[in-house]
Each structure stands twice: as C-alpha cells, then as structure tokens.
C-alpha cells in the first residue's frame, strides 16, 4: 500500500465510523466534495496540510489518529520531492516560524458576539491569566475559543498552541506543549477536564494567557455558555442548508432549532445530516422518527 492511499484508508475509516457521507464531512471542513474524493481515492498527489487538519478536525479525530494522519501525509510528500542537485555551499537552513496550531475558524460561526467581545478584550489584556469557558457538550464552546483565538492571533507573535485535552493524557499533552513553547505563545485547552487535575500544565503555563474550553464548572473565573437565541439558531441553520430551504419553512425550521436545544453542535449535527438527505422538506425530517430521536 502507498503512503497516499495509506491516507485515503485512514480518512475513508474514520469517516465510515462516524456516519458521514462525502458530501457532509465536506461541508464540516470547508472542503470541496471533490476534494474530500481526491484524498480518499488516492488521486490527490500530495494532500495539503490544511486540508488534513480540517479533516482531522471534523472527524474529531484522537491525538493518536491526528499523528497517523499527519506521518502518512508527510511520507508521501517526501516520496515527491525531487533529489536535490549536489552544491559546493548548501543555503542555511531555513528559519522555523511561531507555532500555528489552531484548528480552522468555522465558516459558519454565527452569532456569540457579545461573548466574542469579552473573550478577545480579555485574551489581549496582557501579562498570564487562565480564561475558562464552560458549558455542556454540544454548546459551541470550542468553536466560540477557536474563533476568538483567531480574532486575536495576531497580538501573540510567538504564535499559538492547541491541545486537544478529551481522553487525552495530561502529562504527554504537558510534555509536547514543553517541547513546543517558545516566549509567550497564545494556548488553547480545549476540553479539559476538571481544573484540579491540571494543576502541573497550568504551573507550567502559568506565565502564558491560557484560553480553556470544558465541561467542568469549577474552573476559576468560569465564563458559562449557554444555547443560542432563537434567531442566532435559525441563522446558523440556515447558513448549513441554506437560507432559501429554511426560508420556504420557517415554522419547521424553528421547530427543529427547538427540539435541537438552539445548541450550535446539535444544530450542526442535524444540518449535516440533512446534506445527506436533500430531497427531504424540513417538515419530513422533523417527523422523521429515528432522526429526531438522534436530535
């Protein structure tokens, strides 16, 4: 097996595994159809690393599986390169640039702009502070973070760190982001568990502004995140399948946004779902049994 079809194998399973049609993980990753085809059939040459790290993100793929991913990718791009001329006075090395480690922004972030506002005021207050925001699964924490770290990316010079923290383990997160820190980086925690069982990452950060998602309500200073207003849920709605299907439906596509809890994860989810399904009416997919049952 080649190295890319060694990533098409890892992107087509991880797909499978979740459910997702082509077309759906497309849209979660801002990807064109065909270029999610291109990976997985092998026909793309070389995949892009930004493409990988929105798949990867999408997918909500594990640390380990991130790795996988990334390695693949990085032995096909090695079999590409051309074999270098011998020269009497090889150029130096390149310079490595600042860490840029966050996932993509969402395209179809919508709404939160009062908590944008306080996010981005605080990230870029100066000195080292641990910024909590909390909620339940399926708020919209980490796409709120994501999208106020990029607002303010560039006041951090030295760049910015990501870990993703779900299952994940604190002290091999703890020693990658030691090995990466360099100055004063900016650094997204995202679903962190409990705040006493960080105690030795946050020590060792405790000089960095720190921006946490988790579920966990006892972080200091906790900022809770609740649902979306009704019109912010509809908004979203329609900017996933379309302002012209939800248009032709309003009470249904509000019924839906309802029965989602006006949660930007379920609603996300449901829209993903109805890419599948584009035939279906709004009204269809709401009295549809097993559909609203997963909302």
Same mark, same amino acid.
């Given at each position: 097996?080649?190295?890319?079809?060694?990533?098409?194998?890892?992107?087509?399973?991880?797909?499978?595994?979740?459910?997702?049609?082509?077309?759906?993980? #497309?849209?979660?990753?801002?990807?064109?159809?065909?270029?999610?085809?291109?990976?997985?059939?092998?026909?793309?040459?070389?995949?892009?690393?930004?493409?990988?790290?929105?798949?990867?993100?999408?997918?909500?793929?594990?640390?380990?599986?991130?790795?996988?991913?990334?390695?693949?990718?990085?032995?096909?791009?090695?079999?590409?390169?051309?074999?270098?001329?011998?020269?009497?006075?090889?150029?130096?090395?390149?310079?490595?640039?600042?860490?840029?480690?966050?996932?993509?922004?969402?395209?179809?972030?919508?709404?939160?702009?009062? +908590?944008?506002?306080?996010?981005?005021?605080?990230?870029?207050?100066?000195?080292?502070?641990?910024?909590?925001?909390?909620?339940?699964?399926?708020?919209?924490?980490?796409?709120?973070?994501?999208?106020?770290?990029?607002?303010?990316?560039?006041?951090?010079?030295?760049?910015?760190?990501?870990?993703?923290? +779900?299952?994940?383990?604190?002290? #091999?997160?703890?020693?990658?982001?030691?090995?990466?820190?360099?100055?004063?980086?900016?650094?997204?925690?995202?679903?962190?568990?409990?705040?006493?069982?960080?105690?030795?990452?946050?020590?060792?950060?405790?000089?960095?502004?720190?921006?946490?998602?988790?579920?966990?309500?006892?972080?200091?200073?906790?900022?809770?995140?609740?649902?979306?207003?009704?019109?912010?849920?509809?908004?979203?709605?329609?900017? #996933?399948?379309?302002?012209?299907?939800?248009?032709?439906?309003?009470?249904?596509?509000?019924?839906?946004?309802?029965?989602?809890?006006?949660?930007?994860?379920?609603?996300?989810?449901?829209?993903?779902?109805?890419?599948?399904?584009?035939?279906?009416?709004? #009204?269809?997919?709401? +009295?549809?049994?097993?559909?609203?049952?997963?909302?």
């Amino acid at each position: 097996m080649s190295d890319v079809d060694d990533v098409a194998a890892l992107l087509m399973r991880a797909r499978r595994a979740r459910r997702l049609s082509q077309e759906a993980l #497309a849209h979660a990753a801002s990807l064109s159809v065909r270029a999610v085809r291109d990976l997985e059939s092998g026909r793309a040459r070389v995949p892009q690393r930004r493409s990988l790290t929105a798949l990867a993100h999408a997918l909500d793929l594990s640390d380990g599986a991130r790795r996988r991913l990334a390695e693949a990718a990085d032995r096909a791009r090695r079999e590409r390169l051309p074999t270098p001329p011998v020269s009497p006075s090889p150029p130096p090395p390149a310079q490595a640039g600042p860490p840029a480690q966050l996932p993509p922004s969402p395209p179809d972030f919508t709404g939160r702009a009062e +908590h944008l506002t306080a996010l981005t005021a605080a990230l870029t207050a100066g000195g080292g502070a641990v910024i909590a925001v909390t909620g339940p699964p399926g708020i919209g924490k980490s796409a709120l973070a994501v999208r106020a770290a990029h607002l303010v990316r560039h006041r951090f010079p030295d760049g910015a760190l990501y870990a993703r923290l +779900h299952a994940a383990d604190p002290a #091999a997160v703890t020693g990658r982001l030691r090995r990466d820190l360099a100055g004063r980086p900016l650094v997204l925690l995202d679903d962190a568990p409990a705040p006493a069982s960080m105690r030795a990452l946050l020590a060792a950060l405790r000089t960095h502004m720190v921006l946490v998602t988790s579920r966990d309500p006892r972080w200091p200073g906790a900022r809770p995140l609740g649902a979306l207003p009704a019109g912010e849920a509809l908004a979203l709605l329609a900017r #996933a399948v379309g302002a012209e299907r939800v248009a032709a439906e309003p009470e249904e596509a509000a019924a839906l946004v309802a029965a989602a809890g006006h949660a930007p994860g379920t609603i996300r989810s449901l829209a993903a779902r109805l890419a599948r399904r584009p035939g279906w009416s709004l #009204a269809a997919a709401g +009295h549809y049994e097993p559909f609203s049952r997963r909302v």
